[in-house]
């Protein structure tokens, strides 16, 4: 009985993934080129991101 219902769970995964990647086809390369995309810098001085603002302005 437990077999079944893993074997109805899976099942119904596929399903549900054939179901997205119908809908959706180009969902899952766009993740793929945000993710490996270039890390954000600042505008004014070049420096790497790290949270949302850059230190640089306080300095100016």
């Not at 079944?4 to 054939?18: C, N, P, R, T």
């Amino acid at each position: 009985m437990l077999f079944k219902i893993i074997l109805i769970f899976l099942l119904a995964m596929i399903l549900l993934g054939m179901i997205g990647k119908a809908l959706f086809p180009d969902a899952l390369s766009r993740a793929v080129r945000r993710a490996s995309g270039r890390a954000p810098v600042c505008r004014d001085c070049g420096r790497y991101l790290i949270g949302s603002k850059c230190g640089c302005k306080k300095r100016g």
